[in-house]
T-cell receptor
Framework: DQQVKQNSPSLSVQEGRISILNCDYT??????FLWYKKYPAEGPTFLIS?????DKNEDGRFTVFLNKSAKHLSLHIVPSQPGDSAVYFC???????????????FGQGTTLQVKP | NAGVMQNPRHLVRRRGQEARLRCSPM?????VYWYRQLPEEGLKFMVY????????ESGMPKERFSAEFPKEGPSILRIQQVVRGDSAAYFC??????????FGPGTRLTVL
């Protein structure tokens, strides 16, 4: 039962262009969403998060959009840089639930390649 | 990743041996989470601990796996009688409250 899905295993964009990574979820109890970036042989690095009370959060080149009705979120990277090439994971949590443990449910990841 | 430490970074065990993975959370963090990443998959939650307490172990296999976070010292994930299917990357994350988690570099376990 994959509650968080990243349907695109890979994405290739040109340097300077926009990268859009997508994520869908099925559990309506999820109310906190995060994006992590991961290089090979390293741990995930936190990028940006969004609470379900918002529909957009921006931090520098990174913006996350949340569409609760569609149970969909996306990460926009503008402009994309070669150093952004990595695997990006979407993760969700149900912080407001009665069993508020904060455990993260991850998608399968999308490999982003930014070409110079 | 800064601050969350895991050791060893690589661990090789033969089938039937025990594996002990250690995690020191970021300074000031009292919440520790363990995740496992199998090849070509995303990270899967295993267990959530606070000092001296297991809060949520819903992702832990029923047998051979255990975790602790003692009052002093690192959190330890212990796998007894390892099998080849235990080969994976094991990540520890910490937080100072139940929201954003910061991950360590991981321990890559290989079972021969």
């Amino acid at each position: 039962d994959q509650q968080v899905k990243q349907n695109s295993p890979s994405l290739s964009v040109q340097e300077g262009r926009i990268s859009i990574l997508n994520c869908d979820y099925t559990n309506s109890m999820f109310d906190y969403f995060l994006w992590y970036k991961k290089y090979p042989a390293e741990g995930p690095t936190f990028l940006i998060s969004i609470s379900s009370i918002k529909d957009k959060n921006e931090d520098g080149r990174f913006t996350v959009f949340l569409n609760k009705s569609a149970k969909h979120l996306s990460l926009h990277i503008v402009p994309s840089q070669p150093g952004d090439s990595a695997v990006y994971f979407c993760a969700a949590s149900a912080l407001g639930g009665s069993s508020n443990t904060g455990k993260l449910i991850f998608g399968q990841g999308t490999t982003l390649q930014v070409k110079p | 990743n800064a601050g969350v430490m895991q050791n060893p970074r690589h661990l090789v065990r033969r089938r039937g041996q025990e594996a002990r993975l250690r995690c020191s959370p970021m300074k000031g963090h009292s919440h520790v989470y363990w995740y496992r990443q199998l090849p070509e998959e995303g990270l899967k939650f295993m267990v959530y601990l606070q000092k001296e307490n297991i809060i949520d172990e819903s992702g832990m296999p029923k047998e051979r796996f255990s975790a602790e976070f003692p009052k002093e010292g690192p959190s330890i994930l212990r796998i007894q009688q390892v099998v080849r299917g235990d080969s994976a990357a094991y990540f520890c994350a910490s937080s100072n409250r139940v929201d954003t988690q910061y991950f360590g570099p991981g321990t890559r376990l290989t079972v021969l």
